[in-house]
């Protein structure tokens, strides 16, 4: 293969066919074009989101940081947007505590995920009209109980 290429997004070693060129002499794959162009589309969407609920107090620069840095964190770009829309939307919180940013997901992220993750069960019930229970878990961390040394008496009194 002469036209070996390496792919901008995935690092993969591909032939110039089965890609295309995206940024001066860069080549990707098309799949992976896709996904990096659906990416922006969510982040553009968050984008709109914040800025029509904080209005003046949008902050463009740190919000892409902390999208930034929840997506190394392991959050994915659809996931901060749903949390957004479930904080903002569903639960009806007001954005004056924002200020200017969306740090808001880094706590309620899970939270979201279960309540969609529920949504997609009840959907999937509906569907097939079958009854399911569906139970919330929740996790207790329980700590264990220190430990005492008996105190040791150094002088016996009579």
């Known amino acids: 293969m002469a036209n070996e290429v390496k792919c901008l997004y995935c690092g993969e ?3 110039k066919e089965q890609g295309r060129k995206v940024n001066g002499n860069r080549y990707a794959h098309f799949e992976c074009i896709e996904k990096e162009e659906l990416k922006k589309g ?12 904080l209005g003046d107090n949008y902050n463009r620069t740190k919000i892409d940081r902390s999208i930034k840095s929840m997506v190394k964190d392991g959050k994915t770009e659809i996931g901060i947007l749903r949390t957004l829309e479930y904080w903002y939307d569903i639960r ?31 959907q999937e019930q509906a569907k097939t009209n079958e ?20 105190k040791i008496k150094l002088f016996k009194m009579l």
């Open 13 to 15: 070693r591909f032939s």
């Open 42 to 53: 969510i982040i553009v969407q968050i984008h709109n989101k914040m800025q029509n609920l």
């Open 92 to 122: 009806g919180n007001s954005a004056e505590k924002a200020n200017g940013g969306i740090s808001i997901v880094d706590w309620v992220y899970g939270d979201a995920m279960n309540y969609y993750d529920r949504q997609k069960k009840y």
């Open 131 to 150: 009854v399911v229970s569906i139970k919330e878990e929740k996790i207790l961390k329980i700590r264990p109980t220190p430990i005492r040394k008996p």
